[in-house]
């Protein structure tokens, strides 16, 4: 059961690029959710999905799109990249998105990713 | 936005208990309070979630007082793996609780 798979795990831009940062997972959940992670900052919440064709704004969605044509993937992508984004980003899914009893965040491996 | 605040950083050493709180003030109704873990180049993985009052697992506790507005994560008799972030995650607070907002999380060093 290989849970939330990210790809690809490293990455280097240059100023401008675009790139798209894949996410799949196979639990048949119905949120997926991105996040960065900076140091001194904590995980900060990038966009998020509750179902197929339904996504949201996180807290720092500027620069980032995403969008949701199934259940498994929830590709990011960067139109054109800028050195503020370079970070660590985690892609996570769980059953519903919601704090209740046995809902849990199931995290992947996450993609660092440097711009220069 | 519903805002948690941890410390930023403690320090312990072997087989001593530690207790990172958390403040939530503004925890919804219905949701629960979860704790995470990430070690260094790993994601966050869940480590307890609770309510109210206390629960516990196999890898630590979670003491939540009537109001709610707080949470503490007791870890019994740390190792040195125990080094890692903890984050407690609260929903949203305005009823959008999808919008799961981690705060900056409390770095755990446990020394020999």
């Known amino acids: 059961n290989a849970g939330v798979t990210q790809t690809p795990k490293f990455q280097v831009l240059k100023t401008g690029q675009s790139m798209t940062l894949q996410c799949a997972q196979d639990?048949?959940?119905?949120?997926m959710s991105w996040y960065r992670q900076d140091p001194g900052m904590g995980l900060r919440l990038i966009h998020y999905?509750?179902?197929?064709?339904?996504?949201d704004q996180g807290e720092v969605p500027n620069g980032y799109n995403v969008s949701r044509s199934t259940t498994e993937d929830f590709p990011l992508r960067l139109l054109s990249a800028a050195p503020s984004q370079t970070s660590v980003y985690f892609c996570?899914?769980?059953?519903?998105?919601?704090?209740?009893?046995?809902?849990?965040?199931?995290f992947g491996s996450g993609t660092q990713l440097s711009v220069l | 936005l519903a805002k948690t605040t941890q410390p930023i950083s403690m320090d312990s050493y072997e087989g001593q208990e530690v207790n990172i709180t958390c403040s939530h003030n503004?925890?919804?109704?219905?949701?629960?309070i979860t704790w995470y873990q990430q070690f260094p180049s790993q994601g966050p993985r869940f480590i307890i979630q609770?309510?109210?009052t206390k629960v516990t697992n196999e890898v630590a506790s979670l003491f939540i007082p009537a109001d709610r507005k707080s949470s503490t994560l007791s870890l019994p008799r740390v190792s040195l793996s125990d080094t890692a972030v903890y984050y407690c995650?609260?929903?949203?607070?305005?009823?959008?609780?999808?919008?799961?907002?981690f705060g900056t999380g409390t770095l755990l060093a446990v020394q020999p």
């Open positions: 996570a899914s769980s059953p519903r998105g919601r704090i209740t009893l046995n809902e849990k965040l199931f």
């Open positions: 639990m048949n959940h119905e949120y």
């Open positions: 999905s509750v179902g197929a064709g339904i996504t």
């Open positions: 503004n925890i919804a109704t219905n949701d629960y």
């Open positions: 609770g309510y109210k």
């Open positions: 995650l609260v929903g949203d607070g305005g009823g959008a609780t999808n919008k799961l907002i």
